[in-house]
């Protein structure tokens, strides 16, 4: 695998603006297959502050999980090209480019100081070992501490994220907890070194609502308690309006939109950002006959052209989206788009109004002229 090597850190203004917790610039990821060329991530820049919670959102195949997993390093496929830089400060506030440092200090960090809460709990704990020792291996490998000491601190976070009697179920095995309970073991292991980053990939994802709510809440509360920033990537809009504080809309590998969570869900820019809005049932309203859908499917990552990724299935597209759009906007709301910024809500309000017609629910004539 090619990883970029050149790694200059980002400049310190003289002001008293505090630095981002993580600082992603311009992320490309490749993949070389029989094919052709993939590119699964092409161009992702974004910032995640101190103590915040940011919500990546997008379908399936958007480039969520790859994104985050190259910063962790996890992508280790030979064909695999990743160019770009991640600078990740620390608690000891020194500048480090992830994707430039040396695999050993790149273990020190993971765990330590950048934790992750992958998708499927059951395939992530190993079964052959009870999951207190497996939470205790953790602290062991970051901090010099005896085997009770770790095995003690493994039942305290087991009890802080609402697991009962944590001192019997550390010495259970993963099969021995339902689908909830092993998510919360995985989010007791990523905090049990008190990370400064902490990375849920869809961790709500196959679970009741009742426990997903009770998950969310838990991230929400141990984030506040330990202050830890946390990058929540999920395809779930109305999880990200309970949690997040700044959203990133990705399609295509690409940013579509990005901005605070209220001015995207309130006054959003992208018509892909219009799409996934829509598609989220409405509980204040009246009942509609169904709900819209955004036409087509995402496209192959080896068919992305050099334009808009969105425009094959947006209704709107003219001749300008033949070019790629870039991110444009206003201060720290923006979108890659090139529909006048002016006539953009009008636009998605005639949408809307023409997806819900029972007689022509695709009839768009008027919208896009």
């Given at each position: 695998?090619?990883?970029?090597?050149?790694?200059?850190?980002?400049?310190?203004?003289?002001?008293?603006?505090?630095?981002?917790?993580?600082?992603?610039?311009?992320?490309?990821?490749?993949?070389?297959?029989?094919?052709?060329?993939?590119?699964?991530?092409?161009?992702?820049?974004?910032?995640v502050a101190q103590g915040e919670v940011l919500g990546i959102v997008g379908e399936s195949g958007s480039g969520k999980s790859v994104s985050m997993m190259t910063l962790m390093r996890l992508i280790r496929d030979p064909n695999a090209s990743v160019t770009g830089h991640a600078y990740f400060r620390g608690r000891d506030l020194e500048v480090r480019d992830l994707l430039a440092l040396p695999e050993s200090e790149m273990r020190g960090l993971c765990g330590r100081e950048i934790a992750m809460i992958f998708q499927d709990p059951m395939t992530s704990l190993t079964p052959v070992y009870t999951v207190g020792w497996q939470i205790a291996e953790q602290v062991r490998a970051h901090e010099r501490v005896t085997k009770k000491a770790a095995l003690d601190r493994a039942a305290g976070m087991l009890g802080e994220v609402g697991i009962p009697d944590p001192a019997r179920r550390i010495h259970q095995y993963p099969h021995e907890f339902s689908g909830?309970?092993?998510?919360?073991?995985?989010?007791?292991?990523?905090?049990?070194?008190?990370?400064?980053?902490?990375?849920?990939?869809?961790?709500?994802?196959?679970?009741?609502?009742?426990?997903?709510?009770?998950?969310?809440?838990?991230?929400?509360?141990?984030?506040?308690?330990?202050?830890?920033?946390?990058?929540?990537?999920?395809?779930?809009?109305?999880?990200?309006?309970?949690?997040?504080?700044?959203?990133?809309?990705?399609?295509?590998?690409?940013?579509?939109?990005?901005?605070?969570?209220?001015?995207?869900?309130?006054?959003?820019?992208?018509?892909?950002?219009?799409?996934?809005?829509?598609?989220?049932?409405?509980?204040r309203g009246g009942r509609v006959r169904r709900l819209p859908v955004i036409p087509g499917a995402p496209p192959s990552p080896l068919e992305i052209a050099e334009s808009c990724a969105f425009g094959p299935r947006?209704?709107?597209?003219?001749?300008?989206?033949?070019?790629?759009?870039?991110?444009?906007?206003?201060?720290?709301?923006?979108?890659?788009?090139?529909?006048?910024?002016?006539?953009?809500?009008?636009?998605?309000?005639?949408?809307?109004?023409?997806?819900?017609?029972?007689?022509?629910?695709?009839d768009l004539e008027g919208a896009t002229q």
């Open positions: 695998m090619r990883w970029s090597t050149s790694s200059t850190p980002p400049s310190t203004p003289g002001c008293a603006v505090p630095e981002p917790i993580l600082d992603v610039r311009d992320l490309t990821v490749r993949f070389r297959t029989r094919r052709g060329i993939v590119t699964a991530v092409d161009g992702l820049s974004f910032t909830g309970m092993r998510q919360r073991v995985m989010i007791a292991m990523a905090l049990t070194c008190n990370p400064a980053l902490l990375i849920a990939d869809e961790p709500t994802t196959a679970l009741d609502v009742t426990t997903q709510a009770q998950i969310l809440d838990l991230i929400r509360r141990l984030q506040a308690a330990h202050g830890s920033s946390v990058i929540l990537i999920t395809h779930d809009m109305g999880v990200v309006s309970e949690i997040a504080d700044r959203v990133l809309v990705m399609y295509a590998g690409r940013v579509a939109e990005q901005g605070p969570k209220s001015a995207v869900f309130h006054r959003p820019q992208h018509p892909y950002t219009w799409g996934l809005l829509s598609s989220v049932p409405n509980t947006c209704r709107l597209r003219h001749d300008a989206c033949a070019v790629r759009p870039a991110l444009g906007g206003t201060g720290d709301h923006v979108d890659a788009c090139w529909l006048p910024r002016d006539d953009r809500q009008q636009l998605r309000l005639q949408i809307a109004q023409a997806a819900v017609r029972r007689d022509q629910p695709d």
